[in-house]
């Protein structure tokens, strides 16, 4: 879509270009990364760090690594709208697992991922104490999703040439190096700080610790695609590390996604956001679904499908909230928008109803849970559920203060009953009744179906449903707009078509 590649690249020139500045080696990126040497003039640590942390907000785009986690998935699909929205089948390929080596998000966020890793390894070269501790914690992180992703990841040896490729991890090798790195740093980072969750800490490094515990029986399975083993030791590790979180649950499931959301007690890990200043990405999580005429306004884009919107009640709080406030800003709830749209102040008149632009007189704008991969005609502009996880910074709709969640307090819960349900220690507890607590809904059953349909509702566009769908068995199946079994080699993206100029690299199977 034009109009939404202009805004983009206005929006994240200055990211992108403070993400790889401190390289000054383009082919390097695709290659793998560097640990020590490789920069011109001495090496700024603090500033390397500031760097590594910005890298974050990388996640907070509609492409990348979210393209890539979620509109893979059931939960999030990009129809073409006429000749709108198409981007040369860009988000088309990504939810009915058609794309190849040479796709463009699959690119980006493998150069996103490892161009951070490597501000990371000069952190880790040459910082103090405290900024290394942090730089490991950010560098377990970005290989993290690594390898999830990708499955194999690039490194170098402290003092290798330049001129050398660099070495590969298994997907094995790098999970092992993950857990070591973390298990090692955490004792060194702090505590959480109360209202700041942007920074490395102790919880968020006990979280990592669960999250690929919790996973090991994946990324160490034979075939990327399973069988796969749920080891006993490994998920009383996931328990041991959410026992060792200190957090609670917040009262409110929308104050982890307001503007003032840093004071939420559940959130773990975030990327900071500052209103009227850095952090303008986070728009994308209202504008990537809103029409062109609501307020905020959007680019008519993305949404969900009804297979997923049906796995919650309809009266389930979260995909519904509302305040005076909200509707006077706005006009309408947020959540998952579905049904007649109204302008600010929502009051249930014609006159204050939405209308489409392509009939701005007489047709009224309504949302139906009917979507296809390519609409046209009167459903262009109305078809599919909308999607709005952040509520939007009415003071700031352009550079919202809302802080991007990476790792809240529910989902480390969750895990730990899974980890129980696959063969840990204890008990599920009280566990799904407290998550249900605040929803308005009965608890899901402490069961592993139960659990899987929780974290569907629970952390819907929160960039972890791929990784819940490979656990489960679950991604490869068919789905409301892909109505066929994907090949096994989707398990995995594939190496990016550059990337395999360094010899050492492998394509993933299949590709």
Request: aromatic share 10%; glycine share 8%.
């Amino acid at each position: 879509m034009k109009r939404n590649n202009i805004i983009k690249s206005i929006l994240f020139a200055s990211t992108l270009v403070f993400s790889v500045s401190c390289t000054n080696l383009d082919e390097e990126v695709l290659d793998g990364v560097v640990i020590g040497g490789g920069s011109s003039g001495p090496v700024n640590a603090a500033s390397l760090l500031t760097s590594s942390y910005e890298g974050l907000r990388g996640f907070q785009t509609q492409g990348q690594m979210f393209a890539l986690d979620e509109m893979s998935t059931d939960a999030l699909v990009g129809p073409t709208r006429g000749g709108d929205w198409d981007d040369n089948a860009t988000w088309r390929q990504i939810h009915v697992h058609t794309w190849a080596p040479d796709h463009n998000e699959v690119k980006n966020a493998w150069n996103a991922l490892l161009s951070q890793v490597y501000n990371c390894n000069l952190v880790i070269e040459n910082g103090t104490p405290a900024e290394v501790a942090q730089a490991r914690f950010l560098r377990a992180f970005y290989y993290y999703n690594v390898v999830d992703l990708f499955g194999q990841a690039p490194y170098r040896e402290a003092g290798s040439a330049l001129t050398d490729d660099p070495k590969v991890w298994t997907r094995a090798e790098a999970t092992g190096f993950i857990i070591s790195e973390l298990e090692a740093v955490v004792s060194q980072l702090p505590a959480r700080t109360a209202g700041d969750a942007s920074m490395a800490n102790a919880d968020a490094a006990h979280f990592l610790l669960a999250k690929i515990y919790l996973n090991k029986g994946v990324f160490t399975a034979a075939a990327a695609a399973g069988p796969y083993t749920f080891e006993a030791g490994d998920m009383n590790k996931v328990i041991e590390n959410v026992n060792a979180i200190n957090s609670s649950l917040a009262s409110n499931y929308w104050d982890n996604f307001k503007p003032e959301n840093n004071t939420s007690p559940e959130i773990l890990f975030s990327s900071k956001n500052v209103r009227g200043g850095a952090g303008g990405g986070i728009q994308y999580h209202w504008r990537m679904s809103m029409h062109y005429n609501q307020t905020p306004d959007g680019w008519n884009g993305f949404s969900t499908v009804a297979e997923y919107y049906n796995k919650f009640n309809a009266n389930d709080k979260r995909i519904k909230y509302s305040t005076p406030e909200i509707i006077a800003a706005f006009g309408n709830p947020v959540g998952l928008q579905i049904g007649q749209i109204y302008k600010p102040g929502g009051v249930e008149i014609a006159r204050d109803r939405i209308k489409t632009t392509a009939n701005p007189l007489g047709q009224p704008l309504i949302y139906t849970p009917a979507v296809t991969l390519i609409t046209s005609g009167a459903t262009l502009e109305s078809a599919g559920i909308r999607m709005q996880k952040y509520i939007p910074d009415a003071a700031n709709i352009g550079t919202p203060e809302n802080d991007f969640v990476f790792m809240r307090y529910s989902d480390a819960l969750l895990m730990k009953a899974e980890a129980v349900l696959r063969g840990g220690s204890g008990s599920v507890g009280t566990i799904m009744t407290d998550i249900a607590a605040r929803t308005g809904q009965a608890a899901s059953p402490a069961t592993l179906d139960g659990v899987y349909l929780e974290r569907g509702k629970e952390l819907w566009l929160e960039g972890w449903r791929r990784n819940d769908m490979v656990r489960f068995g679950k991604f490869l199946e068919a789905r409301e707009l892909k109505p066929y079994v994907s090949d096994a080699k989707y398990i995995l993206f594939p190496i990016p078509a550059d990337a395999l100029f360094n010899a050492n690299l492998s394509q993933n199977p299949g590709y």
